[in-house]
Each structure stands twice: as structure tokens, then as C-alpha cells.
């Protein structure tokens, strides 16, 4: 079968950023990670299931070559340890197992967390793709050509239109629910190309190195919700957790994300000292405009300048919901818009759901309150109702 995941540098940056301050901060947690598909796909994911096994075997069999470590290790916030640790790593089958149940996928990477930690990205490309090989690719890539043309034409016609104090851009987010990766790299490679005063980089870190992009990326739910089980008071994770981040990146990387527990606990927590150290924010669930009027509002109270911050939006969007979104806000402060599925997955065909989440860490449940109900994956609902407890999140 055609492997899907050729080389380990196709996968987020954001991977590798938390990666890496994992292994130099809690090298001995022990993590779990659950797939979950939350909508109705074409057919059932079960039968992916022997192709499924066959793509994480090859995986399982790929190490990262001297050119990925030398690029690696060319970005100046990644550590030389870190870039010896990747030259000996691969990762160990025994740490992830797939199976059918009933109709369902199910796909759980256990094992120390700097083990199984990256699996994520990986195995969502590998499901999706799989999933789409079913369908009629002429069609669907005739269909996403035209999509990405009109989006290109939609672009071109923003020149025209009146700007406001910041630039809009625009990165691609796309790798995990993509159509395939040629597809991606094609769309990446197009933005490029036709647009490149909006297109400002790309989350692929392959694709950033290929393509000479700037690669995309702090943290994730992943990283601020391990804090939950590291031992300090549970009302202090996040704290911690942006600490631990200042201390490791000393000004690189500085978009905090936002909503583990909701916009209105994280601002409990992101003070003078967080709000002059972090660049901006991102969000990725809940209202948008709700969540950009109640930053600017926090930054106006510190007596922070807004203008020399940045709103990072990344949930769900697409160019008209971006473009909003920049007419909103732009005239107050910078802006940025990580496109995911709609870059890559635009094909006329109905799209999978997919996720891959941290479940448990040092054998204790996490989870997030995020500020969309539906993003809520922890099964545990006594954990479920103390996190609410202590930060005052209604149910």
C-alpha cells in the first residue's frame, strides 16, 4: 500500500514546541491519547481498520533523516538535546494499537508521554486520507481546483477593498483533516504562489522547509491539560504551565492558548507578568468576536497596547468568516487566521470530524471547559465537576 506519512517532519510545529518541553521539563509523564470521530462518516471507519494497522507499522519503522534534524535544528528555539534525542527516536508499536469497535475506529497511543506525544497529527492524516482514497479523486480534485481558485480570486478582490491598521494574513492549519498530502502541498504551494502578501506561513513543518515558508505554531490543549496531573494545585496548572513555557522559549513562541478552561478563567490567570511576556492569544472555541472583545478589554484594563499584540483565530474558519473577523478587529490590534479543513479538504465531499486528544496523564483524567461545549472529551465526571469547582465554570 502507498504510505501516507513518508518523512516525521509532516506534522504540526506546534508538535514539536511541546515536544520538546516536555522532554526537557516531565520526561517521566506517562500520557494517553484517544481517537475520536465526532460526526457521521460515508461509511464506517471500522473498515479502515487493516489499512489503518499497516500505515502505523510503517510509521513505526520511519526515523527522522540528517537533513529534517539539520533543519530542525537551524530554528533557533529548538535545542540541540532535543535535536539528539529526534536523531535516535522512532516511535515503538507496542505504544499504539488500533481495532474495530463495532462500526467505530478506535485508536489509543499509551506509553511515556515523549513516546506517544506525537502520534496524534500523524494518525489523523493517515485516517483521512485513507478514508478519502474511497472516493472519486478526479472528481474531488477537479472540484477542490476550482474551490482553490475561487478562494485565490476572493484574495485578489480583498486588495481592492478598504484595509484597516494591520495587515490580514493568513496560514495554513491544514495537515490533520487534509484531503491527501500532495493535495496540500499543491494548495500550500498555490497561496504561495498567487497571494503571498496574505499567506504568511504554514503549520506542515515539511511544507514550511520545502516550500521556504515560515513554519506556524506554539501549543495546544494537550500541553496546558498534562498540567493538570504534574503535581501542582489544580488551580494553578495553567499558571504553571505558561511558566514553564516562558522559561523554555524565553520570548520565542508567544501565542498562549486560550480556552483549556474557558476565556474568562484563562484571563483569571493571564496577568500583567503573562500579558507583557506572551505576543497574543488564540482562539479555538466559542464565540470569536465574544472571546477578541474580551482580550482587548483584559489588555485595556493592564494597560497593555493591544497594537502590539496579536489575535491568533483558529477555529472552523474560512475566508469570509476570517475576512470578518479582520474587519472587526484589525483596526485594534494585529491579527492572524490558521485556516485548517477549508484549505485542505475544500472537495465538494463531506468532511470527517476527526480528533486525537490527550485522555489521561499519569494515569489521572484531563480535560478541557472550552467555551464550545461540544469540544468536551473526558469521561470522568467526577474530575469533570471539580475542574468546574475550582474555576467557577458553569456546567
Same mark, same amino acid.
Given at each position: 500500500?502507498q504510505?501516507?506519512?513518508y ?6 510545529? +506546534?508538535?514539536?514546541?511541546? !515536544?520538546q ?12 491519547y ?16 487493516a ?16 537533513d ?6 537551524g ?29 467505530? @475506529?478506535?485508536i489509543?497511543a ?10 496524534e ?9 485513507? +478514508? ?11 472540484e ?17 477593498e478598504?484595509q ?8 495554513d ?25 496574505y ?5 506542515? &513543518? @515539511?511544507?514550511a ?13 494537550? +500541553?496546558?491539560? #498534562? ?17 514553564d !513555557? &516562558? ?23 493571564f496577568?500583567l507578568y ?7 492569544l ?7 468576536v ?9 489588555y ?12 491568533v483565530?483558529?477555529?472552523g ?7 470578518a473577523? +479582520?474587519h472587526?478587529f484589525?483596526?485594534?490590534?494585529q #491579527? ?14 463531506r ?14 483524567? &484531563?480535560?478541557? @471547559?472550552?467555551?464550545s461545549p461540544?469540544k ?7 474530575f469533570?465537576?471539580y ?9
Open positions: 500500500m504510505p501516507v506519512i518523512s516525521l517532519l509532516d506534522t504540526d510545529l +506546534y508538535k514539536f514546541t511541546m !515536544w518541553t516536555m522532554l526537557h521539563r516531565h520526561p517521566q509523564t506517562q500520557a494517553e484517544t481517537f475520536v470521530c465526532r460526526n457521521e462518516p460515508a461509511y464506517p471507519l471500522a473498515d479502515l481498520l489499512d489503518v494497522n499497516e500505515q502505523l507499522d510503517h510509521l513505526c519503522a520511519l526515523n527522522f533523516q540528517p529534517e534534524l539539520s533543519y530542525l535544528g530554528l533557533r528555539f529548538i535545542r540541540s538535546d532535543f535535536v539528539d534525542f529526534l536523531r535516535i527516536f522512532h516511535f515503538q508499536r507496542e505504544f499504539i494499537s488500533a481495532r474495530a469497535v463495532g462500526p467505530k @475506529l478506535e489509543i499509551s506509553g511515556p508521554q515523549v513516546h506517544v506525544m506525537a502520534f497529527i500523524y494518525v489523523l492524516a493517515i485516517v483521512n486520507e485513507l +478514508y478519502f482514497r474511497r472516493f472519486d479523486a478526479t472528481a474531488a480534485l477537479a477542490g481546483r476550482r474551490r482553490l481558485a475561487a478562494k485565490i480570486a476572493r484574495l485578489r478582490a480583498f486588495d481592492n478598504l484597516r491598521r494591520h495587515p490580514f494574513e493568513f496560514f492549519f491544514g495537515v490533520r483533516r487534509r484531503f491527501s498530502r500532495e493535495w496540500q502541498r499543491e494548495v500550500v504551494a498555490t497561496f504561495k504562489q498567487e497571494v503571498p502578501r499567506f504568511k506561513g504554514a503549520s506542515n &513543518v @515539511l511544507f522547509r520545502d516550500l521556504n515558508l515560515v513554519p506556524i505554531g506554539t501549543m495546544a490543549h494537550e +500541553y496546558l491539560q #498534562t498540567y493538570q496531573t504534574l503535581g501542582v494545585r489544580l488551580r494553578d496548572f495553567q499558571r504553571k504551565a505558561l511558566e !513555557w &516562558v522559561q523554555e522559549y524565553r520570548g520565542d513562541l508567544g501565542t498562549a492558548l486560550t480556552d483549556v478552561v474557558g476565556m474568562d478563567a484563562f484571563l483569571g490567570d496577568d503573562f500579558a507583557k511576556l506572551f505576543d497574543g488564540r482562539h479555538d472555541s466559542g464565540d470569536p465574544v472571546w477578541g472583545e474580551k482580550a482587548l478589554a483584559h485595556e484594563k493592564l494597560r497593555v497596547d493591544a497594537h502590539t499584540k496579536r489575535l483565530f483558529s477555529d474558519l474560512d475566508f469570509e468568516k476570517s475576512i473577523l +479582520y472587526h484589525a483596526d485594534r490590534t #491579527t492572524g487566521f490558521g485556516i485548517g479543513t477549508n484549505l485542505t479538504n475544500d472537495m465538494g465531499l468532511t470527517l470530524h476527526i480528533v486525537m486528544k490527550l485522555t489521561h496523564a499519569n494515569r489521572q483524567p &484531563v480535560a478541557k @471547559l472550552s467555551d461540544g468536551l472529551l473526558c469521561d470522568d465526571e467526577t469533570l465537576a475542574l468546574r469547582q475550582v474555576f467557577k465554570v458553569d456546567s
